[in-house]
Every structure is written in structure tokens, then in C-alpha cells.
């Protein structure tokens, strides 16, 4: 049997691989779009972020029981940066352009759609921070 | 067990990785379909003197004459010399005879070519009563869509080009972010000045993302603009073909 990850850990595991995805998807809409610079940069940090998350290496140092309250609160904020930036992405008629497959618009529409998609389930481990990692009433 | 669980792992991010190229090949296939394409500014909307620019399929050709109507893939459609606009809509003169003229429009049917005389009202306008060009022809026309598919295209480069800044700045202050709370949970020191540098790469991706998404909506409207001017340049060709008496 295997021990579960705390929410806390499946957050941040979570979260990097937004953050993989988002940079993957920066990286090939750099391709698409002839940026060079753009395509090292996201893929050296996708493959990071993705190395970290199945290795779980840096989420292992995080304390259990440490984030509570506003902590969970300032996580928080880290799905709705995502959804908020990527929503304003989220656009179907960049899909074609005077007519034929725009390819970048494509590949921004797949990134948003998984970025959203992502955020959205980073929302799962949150709640269940609120229920174990809560500050007990009248504990001494 | 956790050696499959991270082997799963490792699976679902390659697939993930693997399926966002895919998609990225697959789309630059399709775009690389006849038809017009901006991104990478891979068309030429306006040539002017560019010499011979044969348009294929000819093998024997007949006398043309003015009037002569041709499909694209007709196989006795005249050589021609590409004065102005493009592969879909554009005016030059026969190889054989620079005292005609072939113009060609687009529609989703495809590509249509009449043959006039070089001094057509068709391409330089009709004349009023003291003889001066009302400025309605096909030369006046071509010219504005080229115009208009410059700025689209300047448009979109500049929208891509922010775009890539944008997301590189946001995904380092995503980066930061998580980093921030990754030290807020492990307890560890200096975690402010972490926040405060995700912050400083994030309000810029927000800002330049907004830019060219206004990029986004001044090219819609051109798009737009460029929609009706094709529209004008047919319903120009047609007048040619009922002057004809061409069906």
C-alpha cells in the first residue's frame, strides 16, 4: 500500500504541472511563431517543472500542517492568476485567420483550455487543506 | 508500487508534452494548405513589377481574346505577367500579348480570370463626361487590400510577438509563485522577496497580454474591412463578366 500525498503536497505537485504545461505551451507557440529565446526558456522551465513534479522532489520539503488560514488563502491565489490570465486567451476565433488554420491561436487555445483545466483541479487539494490543516477550536 | 505510480507519472507528462507538439505539427500542416497565411508573413500581398509570373497549367495556348472567361485549372488559360495583388486577386498583362490584360478574383468556388483590353475601364475606372477616372477600378482596389493586408499582418506579428513575451513572463511568475508557496508551506525564510520578484514578471505579462489582445480586436476589424473590399473587387469582376456577356 502507498501512503497518500498530504492536499498540500498534491497541490504543489498540482501546480507544477501548471506550470509545466504553461511553459510547453509558451514554448511551441515561440515555435509557431519564430521567437527562439521564448522556445529555450519554456522548454528548459516545462521540463524543470515536470521533473520536479514526478520526482516530487522539492514538494518533499514541505512541512505538513504548516499551511493554514491565510496561507491557504495566498495558494489560492496562484489557480486564479492562471484562470484569470488564460481566460482572457480563451478566444475560438483566433483558431483561423482570414480563413485558413491559424496555428499559434490554436496552440494558445489548447494551452488555456489545459491551464484552465489544471487551475481547476488545483481547487480539489485546496479544500481539503481547509478541512485537515483548519486551526482546531478550543485546543490547548 | 511508488516506482509505477511515478512511472505513470512520467507517462502522463510525456503524453501531455507529446500531445501539445502533435497538435502544434499537425495545425502547421494545415496551414500550410493553399490558402492565404499571415503567420510567419509568408505571403506577398502586393507584387509590382515582378517580371514573369507564370501562372501554371498552360501548355498550348490559343489566341485570347478580350472577353475570354478562364478557370483556374483550365488548361488553356493564358500565361501572365502579375502587375499587382496576389494568387487570389490581382491584374497583369498575357505573356503573349501585353495589349491584354487578365484579371482574376477568388471566391469558394475558386479562382476566376477575365481577359481585357490593357486600357479597361475594369482595372483603371470608368471616366466621367470630362474623361477623369473615378477611381472605382481594380487597380484602385487591389491596392487597398494589399494595404489592409499589410496592417493585418503587421498586426499579428506584434500581437505574436507580445503574446511570447507575455507567457514567458507569466510562466515566471507562475514559476515564482509556486516557489513562494513551496516556502511558505516548507517554513522557510526570505519567502516575501521571492513573492515580490513573481510579482514584478507578472503584472508586465498582464499588461503586454492586454496589448495584444486590443492587437486581436484591431485585426478582427480589418479582417472585416478586408471581407467587404473582396467583396467589392468581385462584384468589379462581375460587372466585366456581364459587359462581356460572359454567364
Redesign the interface.
Given at each position: 500500500?502507498?501512503k497518500t500525498p498530504s492536499p498540500?503536497r498534491r497541490f504543489?505537485t498540482l501546480?507544477?504541472?501548471?506550470?509545466?504545461?504553461?511553459?510547453?505551451?509558451?514554448a511551441?507557440?515561440?515555435?509557431?511563431?519564430?521567437?527562439p529565446v521564448?522556445v529555450v526558456?519554456?522548454l528548459v522551465?516545462?521540463g524543470v517543472?515536470?521533473y520536479l513534479?514526478?520526482?516530487g522532489k522539492?514538494?518533499a520539503?514541505?512541512?505538513e500542517g504548516?499551511?493554514t488560514g491565510g496561507?491557504i488563502l495566498?495558494?489560492a491565489?496562484?489557480p486564479v492568476?492562471?484562470i484569470v490570465?488564460e481566460a482572457?486567451?480563451l478566444?475560438f476565433?483566433?483558431v483561423q485567420?482570414?480563413?485558413?488554420?491559424?496555428?499559434?491561436g490554436?496552440?494558445?487555445l489548447?494551452?488555456a483550455i489545459?491551464a484552465i483545466l489544471l487551475s481547476a483541479l488545483m481547487v480539489l487539494p485546496l479544500v481539503a487543506m481547509l478541512g485537515t490543516n483548519a486551526p482546531r477550536q478550543g485546543s490547548s | 508500487m511508488p516506482d509505477n505510480r511515478r512511472k505513470l507519472q512520467a507517462g502522463l507528462a510525456a503524453v501531455v508534452a507529446f500531445s501539445l507538439f502533435v497538435c502544434m505539427v499537425t495545425g502547421g500542416a494545415s496551414a500550410r494548405a493553399p490558402g492565404r497565411q499571415i503567420g510567419g508573413f509568408t505571403f506577398t500581398p502586393h507584387v509590382t513589377d515582378v517580371g514573369a509570373t507564370p501562372i501554371p497549367g498552360v501548355a498550348v495556348v490559343p489566341t485570347p481574346d478580350s472577353g475570354q472567361y478562364f478557370e483556374e485549372d483550365d488548361a488553356n488559360r493564358p500565361e501572365v505577367l502579375r502587375e499587382a495583388g496576389d494568387d487570389w486577386f490581382g491584374y497583369g498583362a498575357l505573356a503573349s500579348n501585353p495589349d491584354l490584360y487578365a484579371i482574376w478574383v477568388t471566391d469558394e468556388t475558386g479562382t476566376h480570370y477575365l481577359i481585357v483590353e490593357s486600357d479597361s475601364d475594369l482595372i483603371w475606372g470608368d471616366t466621367d463626361r470630362q474623361g477623369e477616372r473615378l477611381g472605382n477600378g481594380l487597380d484602385g482596389l487591389i491596392q487597398q487590400r494589399s494595404s489592409l493586408l499589410n496592417q493585418i499582418a503587421e498586426l499579428v506579428g506584434l500581437s505574436e510577438s507580445r503574446d511570447n513575451t507575455s507567457g514567458t513572463l507569466f510562466q515566471i511568475g507562475i514559476g515564482g509563485l509556486i516557489l513562494a508557496g513551496i516556502c511558505v508551506a516548507a517554513t522557510l525564510g526570505g519567502c516575501g522577496v521571492v513573492l515580490g520578484a513573481a510579482g514584478a514578471f507578472l503584472a508586465p505579462a498582464f499588461v503586454i497580454q492586454g496589448d495584444a489582445r486590443e492587437n486581436d480586436t484591431q485585426v478582427e476589424v480589418l479582417a472585416t474591412q478586408l471581407h467587404d473590399l473582396e467583396q467589392l473587387i468581385r462584384n468589379r469582376f462581375a460587372v466585366g463578366l456581364a459587359r462581356t456577356g460572359t454567364p
Open positions: 500500500m502507498t498540500t504543489f501546480a507544477l504541472y501548471l506550470l509545466g504545461w504553461l511553459s510547453l505551451g509558451t511551441a507557440h515561440a515555435l509557431a511563431t519564430s521567437s521564448s526558456l519554456g522551465v516545462s517543472s515536470f513534479a514526478v520526482t522539492v514538494v520539503r514541505v512541512r504548516t499551511v496561507r495566498f495558494l491565489t496562484i492568476v492562471v490570465y482572457r486567451n478566444d476565433s483566433r485567420l482570414l480563413g485558413a488554420v491559424y496555428v499559434p490554436v496552440i494558445m489548447i494551452t489545459g | -
